[in-house]
């Protein structure tokens, strides 16, 4: 509808994009318009991060803003405290992880704790995300939601204390995989708890995992098609080397380079050497989770440190000219604005709607002339079968 009336008063559409690009404090990217959110709180020069005057980094002398997607139990609180550990940071960056103010800091302040929507914010140029296999990601989250704080929630307590309670030796964590297939009560307890953030279900961990992060608030397809967004992984698995290339990736003096931290969460619980699965509690679990498998993948498409997999990452570049439906790595470019038709049979595209505009009336006129006629003739008739005396004294008068 958009383009119709725009067309029949003579404007041009394209024209009306760029105006609503050009009023977005300088996202420009074409695809910038897909993410027109604005966060409420602080992305200023306070919490910018600036790269050194040096010849050799692309980026030499400019202010970025750094977007840290604290995925949980991903090794996450570890590089929060470390980038914290000086003052000012290394690496000041504005965190995201929804519910972990104590350690990110409150939302009003710059940097601190963000829901993953705000995210999408087109000010953020670089992302830093926390990666863990989902498998393991999932164990971790599920064992140290119950650590007597955050069990809160009735859900929680439910699944904790009467589905899946501590068992000598273990063997809770492979009864809540189990589980997951299983026409219960226990049985949709723990798919609420795994895929539903709602309920607030051990600490919320188990359920904001990669997909709940990304391709549900929409960031995933943002940065899958706009490419002036760069991506870098610490993965929980080769933390240090992701640490020391993420120190490359922004061109990080040498002697500002902390290397040295202390594993976040150390502190012991119940649960944390619960971590055997059955065949079957693998089999369900792996099966349960693979959208987070999904999103993991893309992810390491779409990273500068990425290790694509052919499953797929590389499996659907080939689908799509821009990456869309999979990964697009950084050699992707967005596919060309198709130029709107200018001509219809012939003539051009103004003068054939107003045509058209002009015949339709027309045709409605011929039509509505039509039915007046023929109710007024069934009038006519109804009259003389209910009162024949008075349609024959009128006709007499006319």
């Not at 704080?149 to 068992?167: D, G, I, Q, R």
């Not at 619960?274 to 099966?287: F, I, M, P, V």
């Amino acid at each position: 509808m958009l383009a119709f009336w725009a067309a029949l008063a003579g404007l041009e559409v394209e024209t009306m994009v760029d105006v609503v690009e050009d009023a977005m404090l300088g996202c420009t990217a074409p695809t910038s318009a897909r993410a027109i959110i604005m966060s409420p709180f602080p992305v200023d020069e306070s919490s910018a991060y600036h790269f050194p005057a040096d010849s050799t980094c692309d980026l030499a002398g400019k202010s970025v803003q750094i977007a840290y997607l604290h995925i949980g139990k991903a090794a996450g609180a570890t590089l929060e405290r470390l980038m914290r550990a000086a003052d000012p940071s290394p690496v000041p960056w504005t965190s995201f992880h929804e519910f972990n103010h104590e350690l990110h800091g409150p939302p009003d302040q710059p940097g601190g704790d963000r829901a993953f929507q705000e995210a999408l914010d087109c000010r953020f140029t670089h992302y830093v995300i926390s990666l863990r296999d989902p498998i393991n990601r999932t164990i971790s989250s599920f064992n140290f939601g119950d650590d007597g704080e955050k069990t809160v929630s009735p859900l929680s307590e439910a699944m904790y204390n009467t589905c899946f309670p501590t068992m000598p030796g273990g063997g809770a964590m492979s009864a809540f995989a189990e589980a997951l297939g299983d026409d219960s009560v226990c049985g949709t307890i723990a798919r609420a708890c795994l895929f539903d953030p709602a309920f607030d279900c051990g600490g919320s961990h188990i359920s904001r995992g990669y997909a709940y992060g990304l391709r549900d608030t929409g960031l995933l397809d943002v940065l899958r098609q706009d490419t002036t967004r760069r991506v870098w992984l610490v993965r929980q698995e080769s933390f240090d080397e992701d640490l020391a290339g993420l120190y490359d990736w922004l061109c990080v003096p040498a002697e500002l380079r902390l290397m040295e931290y202390i594993k976040g969460h150390t502190e012991p619980y119940e649960r944390k050497t619960d971590t055997q699965l059955s065949e079957r509690g693998e089999t369900q679990l792996r099966a349960a989770l693979q959208m987070e498998y999904y999103v993991k993948d893309i992810l390491e498409g779409l990273a500068d440190n990425g290790r694509a997999t052919p499953s797929t990452a590389g499996g659907l570049r080939g689908y799509s000219a821009a990456g869309m439906a999979g990964a697009c790595s950084r050699t992707c470019t967005a596919p060309p604005r198709t130029a709107a038709p200018t001509t219809a049979n012939g003539m051009p595209l103004n003068t054939f709607l107003v045509v058209g505009l002009i015949l339709t009336n027309i045709a409605t006129a011929v039509v509505w002339m039509r039915q007046r006629r023929v109710n007024i003739m069934r009038q006519s008739e109804w009259d003389m079968q209910l009162n024949p005396a008075a349609v024959m004294g009128r006709a007499a008068r006319e």
